[in-house]
């Protein structure tokens, strides 16, 4: 509950900052162009499931809008709209904390969940360094929010026999093999720091490092539902190229 008090707290205090009056110096700069990386998932599940990171792709398309400069902050928002592939792969152990091999196939035992997003981030952009001709350094912060398109799974077992195949599985929990994602509609904190090369003729590269924790879960949570909580964990490695569509005229800059 807390959390969610947070997050609420969190976008009212972005539309606030947007809709103030400008102290600094002024900007109206608009840049547009495309994103795409690379992301690392997990579920927190409560009871809990061992896990590894699940890599996925992400990519989609950037649009920021420079307000103003206070003092050495250049302050700005941005939106994206993304593609990401979430999700979580199991740690299948057996009681020794070895690989739990299979007595019927004789292989190691995998499992993993891929949920596919279109995802999109509202976050107040604070740049440190020169707007054009130069590096600057950056960070991110603000909500986001996710649709779910699709879900897909790879395993070389069937979950239902988990334990008739192998009784020596470590792995206790097992509820969440077999079971669909019941909340389509995701949201969450996202939080990021990246440096931004800025090129007179040629537009901004941007690279990114961002974390995002998940404040909805994937399982619906009341007390007669199996999960407390199943909320996502990602970490974004990612590369954004943004064109200027609008500049500032007559502004002091450097």
Known sequence: MRLRILYITLCLCLAANAAKAQVGSYRNDFAIGFNGGYQLNSIAFVPKVPQSMLGGMTAGLTARYVCEKYFNMICAVQMELNYA???????????????????????????????????????????????????????????????????????????????????????????????????????????????????????????????????????HDTKADYFARSNHNSIVFKMTYLFDIVRTKNARRK
């Open 85 to 219: 592939e979430a999700g979580w792969k199991e740690s299948i152990l057996s009681v020794n904390d070895e690989p739990c091999i299979n007595n019927q196939t004789g292989e190691a035992e995998q499992y993993s969940r891929t949920i596919s997003y279109m995802q999109m981030p509202l976050l107040a952009h604070l740049g440190f360094g020169r707007e054009v001709s130069g590096m600057k350094f950056f960070i991110n912060l603000g909500p986001q929010f996710g649709l779910k398109l699709s879900e897909k799974t790879e395993t070389n077992f069937t979950a239902k026999n988990a334990y008739d195949t192998n009784p020596d599985r470590a792995n206790s929990v097992i509820a969440q093999d077999t079971m669909a994602v019941e909340n389509n509609f995701d949201y969450g904190i996202t939080a990021g720091l990246g440096m931004e090369m800025s090129m007179k003729r040629a537009g901004h590269i941007l690279l990114e490092a961002r974390y995002y924790y998940g404040l909805g879960n994937i399982y």
